[in-house]
């Protein structure tokens, strides 16, 4: 089967299972994954043995999957090979390497094979962009580096692909940018926000963000830039998760993903993956870093895939802070509401935990002292209510675009 065909199977499989019903739909999913049990995950040395209920198969993690990349791969492609194919041009064999952007040594490797790579291309435009397709469209891709995943669109007749590298910074392609006309955007929040503040000459018809936390106080100055509704794509080392649709239903991808789900506090659960329609590098009941808040309506869109409200950041990046003698931890979608809350004025802002005890809370200089004040002090309010040991110091400094890292509003640095 050569790509196209892979990628047409997989637009097809993506809109008719998105107009079954729930039960319907999940009869189908309880079948593929039946399926990937039997058939597939097996192949994988790690999984020899493998039980016959996926509820019994061991939880697994980055920490697992890197250090027994070989284990996870069917093709026993070790991680040194893997690391040495993405130095060169991203291919091992007929597969394609890639890595999470991430700070050194916590990158997640993936290994796809080509048709895989198709089908994740047919899955994405039949969620994010199915009505456009058939127009023709030239997609802009701004990412921190070009993960392989996008070279299968490139030659397309329907589809013009063009990748700009988001390390180098915007103004070394923004010409560039805005002379391929995009119809669609997929960019990091961050530099949607950015093309916002500079003005830039865009007219895209939809515009996703992707690769980062969507936070709240983005959101209206994109989309009253853009004149769109924005659109969520999130995907990581672990493949395709959610991509929300038109009606602004964040779905979660369940067509190629069994989700299990794990309280986290505060109302969040963090996910444990499994993808069962990936082959090559098997990914079964792998703990995610990712805290959710998943939706308790169903999406009037009527797709049997249900909702999260929003992704509100990593467990990493949960404070954790001594009170009364044990340790709570505080969510940064906490932390970020109240800094918001305390004054309309404040649209940029960073809370970082820098030691057990102690918390710095950046504002620009540009805004307002009262302003400042108020958020201090909800912060002060935030961690007395909670009966949390820690100070926070105000600190008034530019908030600069930074290209070479994620975004995080809220971090906590201390040592996990
Ligand atoms: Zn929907």
Known sequence: MNGLAEAAGSFALTRRLSRKTRPDFERWQAAAVRRFLDRDLPRAPFYRQAPARLADLPVTDKALLMARFDDFNVHGLTATE??????????????????????????????????????????ILAKAVPDLLWRGMRVAVILPQNT????????????????????????????????????VIIAPPKILRHFAAEN???????????????????RPMIENFFRLPLGQIYMATEGLLAVSCRQGGLHLAED??????????????????????RQTQVMA????????????????????????????????DVFRLASQGRTILVTPDVLRNAVLKADRRIDDFRVVQTGPDSIELKLPPALA??????????????????????????????????????????????EQ
């Open 82 to 123: 893997a690391w040495a194919a993405l130095a060169r041009d991203g291919r091992a064999g007929a597969c394609t390497v890639g890595a999470s952007t991430g700070t050194s040594g916590n990158r997640g490797l993936f290994v796809i094979s080509e048709a895989e790579k198709y089908r994740w291309l047919g899955a």
């Open 148 to 183: 392989g995943l996008y070279d299968s669109a490139r030659k397309s007749r329907l589809i013009k692909l063009a990748f700009f590298d988001l390390t180098l910074g915007p103004e070394s392609w923004r010409d560039a940018l805005e002379a391929f006309d995009p119809t």
């Open 200 to 218: 830039l000459r865009l007219r895209p018809k939809r515009v996703f963000s992707a690769a980062e936390t969507l936070d709240p106080v983005d």
């Open 256 to 277: 190629s993903v069994f989700f299990e789900f794990e309280p986290a506090g505060e109302g969040l659960v963090t996910p444990l993956v499994t993808a069962f329609r």
């Open 285 to 316: 009941r792998y703990r995610m870093d990712d805290l959710l808040r998943l939706s308790a309506q169903p999406c009037g869109c009527g797709s049997p895939l249900r909702c999260v409200d929003e992704i509100v950041g990593r467990m990493d």
């Open 369 to 414: 002292d009262d302003a400042a004040a108020a958020a201090h002090q909800a912060m002060q309010a935030l961690l007395e209510s909670r009966k949390a040991v820690a100070t926070v110091a105000l600190i008034r400094a530019p908030l600069p675009l930074e290209t070479s890292r994620k975004l995080r509003r809220v971090e906590c640095r201390l």
